[in-house]
């Protein structure tokens, strides 16, 4: 005898060989011809929490494509600057400064380790992200054109802001209730609630540092302050 579809039998009722029950809630016909709806449990329901389909989808393009997106916009900043003596020293400090920021958080980043609340993470969530603002900041002042500094930061939120929420769901999903801890009490960027009580008191570590290759941030940083100063001198 021909079995009825899954949705026209009843949960709390296995189906006999004999009869089958129709779910009030949910009627459809054993025809074939016609189609039964999904069950409530299927995987095409998104997560309650999760992000619609289209940010998250544009999350992970920018994830993807944020190298290549960089030397675009480098490209573009370098190719449109106007730089001075003054403003070159000044956006080299805030450089200086971003990458200090970067350099103490890759000091203390283990790949390995679901949640990294040391070093710099016990006072902001993002410090790599709080460094690469300092260091697009700096490239903007360098370049002496104020509407530069409208596009970098237009660029910061269309391209790290998606991808910093992407990275937090990650850890969400990854360790939920150490991360909710570490959430309420850790602000994203700027640093203004002190130090994160359960923080662990681990030192800054070379070996850590060195594996995250940090190092290639501050050799591309300091090639583009040489072209501004290049183009400062002949440009």
């Not at 060989?17 to 949910?26: D, H, I, M, V, Y």
């Not at 290759?213 to 400062?232: D, P, T």
Request: glycine content about 8%; charged content about 15%.
């Amino acid at each position: 005898m021909a079995r009825a579809p899954w949705c026209c039998i009843t949960a709390s009722k296995p189906a006999s060989p004999t009869s089958t029950k129709t779910n009030p809630r949910r009627p459809c016909s054993p025809s074939p011809s016609k189609k039964c709806s999904p069950p409530p449990s299927a995987s095409w329901r998104r997560p309650v929490g999760s992000p619609p389909a289209g940010r998250a989808g544009y999350a992970t393009w920018a994830a993807r494509l944020r190298v290549p997106l960089h030397f675009a916009l480098a490209v573009l900043v370098l190719g449109f600057a106007h730089p001075t003596g003054t403003s070159l020293a000044a956006g080299a400090a805030l450089v200086a400064v971003g990458l200090a920021v970067r350099a103490w958080a890759a000091g203390h980043l283990r790949r390995d380790l679901p949640l990294t609340t040391s070093g710099p993470y016990a006072y902001v969530r993002h410090p790599l992200y709080l460094g690469s603002a300092f260091i697009l900041s700096g490239f903007a002042l360098a370049a002496g054109r104020g509407w530069l500094g409208a596009v970098v930061g237009l660029y910061f939120l269309l391209v790290f802001v998606p991808v910093l929420g992407r990275e937090e769901r990650e850890r969400e999903a990854t360790v939920p209730a150490d991360y909710a801890a570490y959430r309420s009490q850790v602000p994203a960027l700027v640093p203004y609630r002190g130090r994160y009580g359960a923080a662990p008191a681990a030192r800054f570590d070379w070996q850590v540092f060195r594996a995250n290759r940090e190092w290639r941030a501050a050799v591309g940083c300091a090639l583009l302050l040489a072209l501004f100063y290049a183009k400062m001198l002949w440009g």
